[in-house]
């Protein structure tokens, strides 16, 4: 029966004289509270009841999120959260294990420090166009201070910025006022274009309806000489041949008002005397055409 429990004892101490550690980790062993030896990942020999394992140390990237509340230079309170990334130097576990009890107590004290160094002699605006240069300044204090202790710090970042909801709420109507009064420049700017624009085109469109009247006028002048020139070969005198012309024009305007679907010509004379005058010179005139186109033909059989 000893025999059975002596040899069970001596299995449970060998087996516990073995132990693995795992990848990106390492295991402090001691013997009688006296550093001995570091561990790395594997498969390793103690000696039992004798030497212990006092810790293990993560070799592992890890990332420490600090929430700071500081004042800008401008007086506003904003609210920070700085992530510091860091890991153990392989090469100094001893002084990683040892020499610092609560690393992320320190990296948050130095955070602190450094972020209320820097930020209170910025504005906030400023806080937040420069938030990479107060991230480089964290970093070079924290590498400073954590290799003493075998700490890398391997980045840190500014990921948030956050102000007092009264100053945020401020700020976003200074934004929507700047942004609505650029919108009201351009929109000005774009009906200052439409108006010249506009102007332009009446201008030229005057422009070319005064050259199509003179050229009609002018048009219409020549084709009278002309007229008047050709009369003047039959034996017609200008006075005549004006008369003629202005008989012509006038039937030719009551043909043009006759077109129309709902037209209506009125004529007003002055006075009885006046109309009768009218009358008699437009039969006249008539008769006179009348002779003259009769004249025409004959003097073209004639020939």
């Not at 420490?64 to 500081?70: K, P």
């Not at 920070?80 to 860091?86: F, L, P, R, T």
């Not at 001893?94 to 209170?120: C, G, H, M, N, W």
């Not at 400023?126 to 700490?151: C, H, S």
Request: charged share 25%; net charge neutral; proline share 2%.
């Amino acid at each position: 029966m000893w025999i059975y429990f002596i040899l069970l004892c001596i299995a449970v101490i060998g087996f516990s004289s073995f132990f693995t550690v795992k990848q990106q980790t390492a295991v402090i062993v001691e013997r009688f509270g006296k550093f001995v030896d570091i561990r790395q990942s594997g498969l390793h020999f103690k000696l039992p009841l004798i030497d212990r394992l006092s810790g293990k140390v993560n070799l592992k990237i890890q990332q420490l999120d600090v929430l700071i509340e500081t004042k800008t230079k401008d007086n506003v309170f904003v609210k920070m959260k700085v992530s510091v990334q860091y890991k153990v130097v392989q090469e100094r576990v001893y002084e990683a294990f040892y020499k610092l009890e609560y690393p992320e107590d320190q990296i948050t004290s130095y955070v602190f420090d450094v972020v209320r160094a820097e930020v209170p002699k910025l504005k906030l605006d400023d806080v937040f166009e420069r938030k990479d240069d107060i991230a480089i300044a964290v970093k070079r204090e924290l590498n400073d201070a954590m290799q003493t202790y075998g700490y890398d710090i391997i980045n840190t970042l500014i990921t948030d910025i956050d102000p007092d909801i009264q100053v945020k709420n401020a700020m976003n109507r200074i934004t929507a006022a700047d942004r609505e009064k650029t919108a009201a420049e351009y929109e000005g700017e774009a009906e200052r274009i439409r108006i010249v624009a506009k102007a332009k085109a009446e201008a030229e469109s005057k422009r070319l309806q005064g050259q199509g009247i003179a050229d009609q006028r002018r048009e219409i002048a020549r084709g009278l000489v002309e007229s008047v020139e050709v009369l003047n070969h039959v034996g017609i005198n200008s006075q005549e041949a004006s008369a003629l012309i202005v008989v012509t024009q006038h039937y030719d305007t009551l043909q043009s008002v006759g077109t129309g679907n709902n037209s209506n010509l009125i004529l007003l004379p002055n006075s009885p005397q006046a109309g009768s005058d009218m009358l008699n010179n437009m039969i006249a005139s008539f008769t006179a055409s009348n002779q003259i186109g009769e004249a025409m033909k004959k003097g073209g059989n004639d020939k």
